[in-house]
């Protein structure tokens, strides 16, 4: 092969790897960290869905989850929100995630995140834990209690214990498109509890409400009140694999290695054009 089309290969090997790195979280929405002091709602993804408070002065607790990770505290997250957003929706594949440390409830379930508003067929998705320590995903297929289906982990977690967990929803698959994921973080070698159940939903609701963190509702008779930690707030809108969850992969370094190598490849390309026509 000459050089020019050796130059060829490696500008579209170059170019390729350029467009995994872009794409390596292309399907994220939204990430929340609640680590920078300076605004603690901003949204890490790049999308710039920064968070709203409506509450007043918020409570953190530094390095909650590790060094340098910080957390919103209690119940002080009563509404923190993004206004309504169509990225919100949930149009027919999702996977909601976060790190948690929940305080014993007495009864019920307690919201992490949730597009949901009591008012009106306004309810779509939300993520919980219930008092017995069970993940719970409420979906609604027309947006009202009626048409709300509850769905439960098959393990549990427990209270005043650090925590990743996530869940996907796959419309498509009804054998199994539900996939609940738990991992205790305070434990060295703890492997990632899993749970795969299925749904016999066909729709999803796709309302105008706002996206909450800290409670499943904005505003009427669904508010439940999240009572602990929250370090990490992370929405897709894709089925992602046990390897692209968020304990995963590193952000932004699960793609800065393809990109580096991109970059060299493309300087390496110059510098072998101008050598041959020098």
Request: glycine letters at 10%; zero cysteines; charged letters at 15%.
């Amino acid at each position: 092969m000459n050089t020019i089309g050796s130059i060829r290969v490696l500008g579209l090997f170059a170019l390729g790897l350029l467009s995994i790195a872009a794409s390596a979280h292309a399907t994220v929405i939204v990430h929340y960290t609640f680590d920078d002091s300076e605004n603690r709602f901003a949204d890490s993804s790049g999308n710039g869905y920064d968070l709203t408070n409506s509450v007043g002065t918020q409570t953190y607790v530094d390095n909650a989850f590790g060094v340098g990770d910080d957390a919103l505290s209690n119940s002080s997250i009563y509404r923190v929100y993004r206004s309504s957003n169509a990225a919100f929706q949930a149009i027919s594949d999702f996977t909601l995630e976060a790190t948690i440390n929940y305080t014993s409830f007495d009864s019920g379930t307690y919201y992490v995140l949730g597009q949901w508003d009591g008012t009106g067929a306004q309810r779509s998705y939300s993520l919980g834990v219930n008092s017995d320590g069970y993940l719970v995903l409420e979906i609604s297929s027309d947006g009202t209690i009626a048409g709300m289906s509850t769905y439960t982990s098959s393990f549990t977690i427990s209270a005043s214990t650090n925590y990743y967990i996530g869940v996907s929803f796959d419309l498509s698959d009804q054998d199994g498109g539900i996939v609940f994921y738990g991992l205790d973080l305070d434990s060295s070698g703890a492997t990632l509890l899993t749970s795969v159940v299925s749904h016999t939903l066909t729709t999803l609701n796709t309302p105008t409400a706002r996206f909450v963190v800290g409670n499943r509702a904005y505003s009427g008779a669904d508010i439940y009140t999240f009572d602990g930690l929250i370090g990490e707030v992370r929405v897709s809108d894709s089925v992602l694999t046990p390897g692209q969850l968020l304990i995963s992969v590193p952000e932004p370094a699960g793609a800065a290695w393809l990109l580096g190598f991109a970059v060299l490849a493309v300087l390496a390309m110059k510098r072998r054009l101008k050598k041959d026509h020098a």
